[in-house]
């Protein structure tokens, strides 16, 4: 059974830094992209940014929103996709979804990030 | 960056009736590969988005026949045959020809 679960979420301050982890099993990970999508408080869907599997070179893409701030990485020994947030704003609070690919087949549950003083 | 644009934003339906969302873009969706990457997902209150349809028509394992997508260019559509009580939440479209991939606004299908 494939599981994407996230981890790391909580309290943060502005400016300070957060990193989340989604640990997969039940696929080949390092076969796969991987992505991030964040949920504000009762509001819509929105892409983060994504790693491709080395094959495509595990380079990576953002949003502008994130770009420069948050990085994705990967470790595909453990199976296990990143994202590092830095200098977070009160605006980066939302659920944070890990994701299979770049075509939404499979979510994680999420985890909440709350960024505020 | 693609924008996505849902109508209506807010869906009450009687159950057993049907119900259609549509999702426009404000570009074309075809990829240079040919294919065109629209997808349609469904949250559930309290649950995490799940995939209904991809590449525009297709159904994911698991989803029920009722749910159909179609649409081509621009201008895309899902289609619920019957609304069943199960089928409440917000329904979105999302692109992901063109990076920065993006979601519509959301559907929030009610019960009347």
């Known amino acids: 059974e494939m599981q994407l679960v996230e981890s790391g979420g909580g309290l943060v301050q502005p400016g300070r830094s957060l990193r989340l982890s989604c640990t997969t099993s039940g696929f080949t990970f390092g076969d796969n992209a991987m992505s991030w999508v964040r949920q504000a408080p009762g509001k819509g869907l929105e892409w983060v940014g994504f790693i491709r599997s080395k094959t495509y070179g595990g380079t990576t893409d953002y949003a502008a929103s994130v770009k420069g701030r948050f990085t994705i990485s990967r470790d595909d020994s453990k199976s296990i996709a990143y994202l590092q947030m830095n200098s977070l704003k009160t605006e980066d609070t939302a659920t944070y979804y890990c994701i299979r690919g770049t075509w939404g087949g499979y979510w994680g549950r999420g985890t909440l990030v709350t960024v505020s003083s | 960056d693609v924008v996505m644009t849902q109508s209506p934003l807010s869906l009450p339906v009687t159950l057993g009736q049907p119900a259609s969302i549509s999702c426009r873009s404000s570009?074309?969706?075809?990829?240079?590969?040919?294919?065109?990457?629209l997808h349609w997902f469904q949250q559930r209150p309290g649950q995490s988005p799940r995939r209904l349809i991809y590449?525009?028509?297709n159904r994911d394992s698991g989803v029920p026949d009722r749910f159909s997508g179609s649409g081509s260019g621009t201008d895309f559509t899902l289609k619920i045959s019957s609304v069943e009580a199960e089928d409440v939440g917000v329904y979105y479209c999302?692109?992901?020809?063109?990076?920065?991939?993006?979601f519509g606004q959301g559907t929030k299908l009610e019960i009347k």
């Open positions: 590449k525009v028509s």
């Open positions: 570009q074309s969706l075809v990829h240079s590969d040919g294919s065109t990457y």
């Open positions: 999302m692109q992901g020809t063109q990076w920065l991939y993006t």
